[in-house]
């Protein structure tokens, strides 16, 4: 098990730009492999992206295509969000998670958990 805790999270306008990060505890962060996740109020929790960690593998949802980038920094022992182009349906609580799958593709790979930092977009 590996300990999350997210940043970063606040209001922006629609249009703007936000960047996310995940602290890990542990000194074997580069063994696993890390995914954003959001959920709005009364929806469920949806993978954002994941990056693997096996070098060149990430994974996107359509609606984080082109707008969004997910990286990390094994030094530092930290995941991040990049948002750009913020949309307000991009509202939601944003939870960082950890995965000893290769590549994860669901919530049911991910056996570490933040505790989630808001996000809220403006029009």
């Known amino acids: 098990q590996v300990q999350l805790v997210e940043s970063g999270g606040g209001l922006v306008q629609a249009g703007g730009s936000r960047r996310l990060s995940c602290a890990a505890s542990?000194?074997?962060?580069?063994?696993?492999?890390m995914g954003w996740f959001r959920q709005a109020p009364g929806e469920e929790r949806d993978l954002v992206a994941a990056?693997?960690?096996?070098?060149?593998?990430?994974y996107y949802a359509d609606s984080a295509k082109g707008r969004f980038t997910i990286s990390r920094d094994n030094a530092k022992n930290t995941v991040y969000l990049q948002m750009n182009s913020l949309k307000p349906e991009d509202t939601a609580v944003y939870y960082c998670?950890?995965?000893?799958?290769?590549?994860?593709?669901?919530?049911?790979?991910?056996?570490?958990w933040g505790q989630g930092t808001q996000v809220t977009v403006s029009s």
């Open positions: 990056i693997s960690w096996s070098p060149g593998n990430i």
């Open positions: 998670a950890a995965s000893g799958v290769r590549l994860p593709s669901s919530a049911a790979d991910f056996g570490s």
């Open positions: 542990g000194r074997t962060f580069s063994t696993y492999s």
